[in-house]
């Protein structure tokens, strides 16, 4: 059964701050990894994707991943209120469907 | 410009009823999904189609029956629906399977 394992949360950080989010997914042969925001009520917005080992930034975000501890997380720099959301870590091989996780949800306090 | 849409956005029905969902994309994307979305907000694979074809049907009962008629429409059918239907559902597209999707606003069943 693969698995994409994330904290629920609440995860509550003070505006400015840098909000961590992690996500560990159990299929080794995981090859694309996916951060999507979902506010309550609405539909999940993608906000970042990687492929490759490492880092990646846009903007005050930043996708990390390390497959050989089959670890993604995602950094909020700056955290606003307005990121307030539930944040979906979700991972797929290539031609099969996305696993996603259950899901953190992120608190910002101003 | 709506990129993904689905209609209706709400459905409320009785049991044993059956109803059936509407999702377009004109992204141009070769792949499009459902997926069902439950009370406690885990997002679920249902089915997968590309160019039209099945690709992925997870274990679903067999009273939900996807349509493609083409690549930008992905239809969703329900028979004698039943209570735990009652959920949100998402149409996605992709422009194949390895790559990010993206959803449209879903739809929320209420099945009473």
């Known amino acids: 059964q693969k698995e994409v394992e994330q904290n629920s949360g609440p995860l509550s950080v003070p505006e400015g701050a840098i909000a961590s989010l992690n996500c560990t997914y159990s299929d080794r042969g995981s090859q694309s990894f996916f951060w999507y925001r979902q506010y309550s009520g609405k539909s999940p917005e993608l906000i970042m994707f990687i492929y490759s080992n490492g880092d990646k930034e846009d903007g005050r975000f930043t996708a990390q991943l390390n497959k050989a501890s089959q670890y993604v997380s995602l950094l909020i720099r700056d955290s606003q209120p307005s990121d307030s959301a539930t944040y979906l870590c979700?991972?797929?091989?290539?031609?099969?469907?996305?696993?996603f996780g259950k899901g953190t949800t992120l608190s910002v306090s101003s | 410009d709506t990129a993904v849409s689905q209609t209706p956005k709400y459905l409320v029905t009785q049991m044993g009823n059956d109803k059936s969902i509407k999702c377009e994309q004109n992204?141009?994307?070769?792949?499009m999904y459902w997926y069902k979305q439950d009370s406690k907000k885990f997002l679920k694979i249902m089915f997968s189609y590309n160019n039209k074809e099945l690709i992925i049907n997870e274990t679903v009962p067999n009273r939900f029956s996807p349509k493609s008629p083409d690549k930008a429409h992905l239809n969703l059918h329900i028979n004698s629906l039943e209570l735990g239907d009652s959920a949100v559902y998402f149409c996605?597209?992709?422009?194949?399977?390895?790559?990010?999707?993206?959803f449209g606003p879903g739809t929320r069943l209420t099945v009473t």
């Open positions: 992204l141009g994307h070769d792949t």
């Open positions: 979700a991972v797929n091989q290539a031609g099969t469907a996305l696993i």
């Open positions: 996605a597209s992709s422009p194949n399977h390895s790559y990010e999707q993206y």
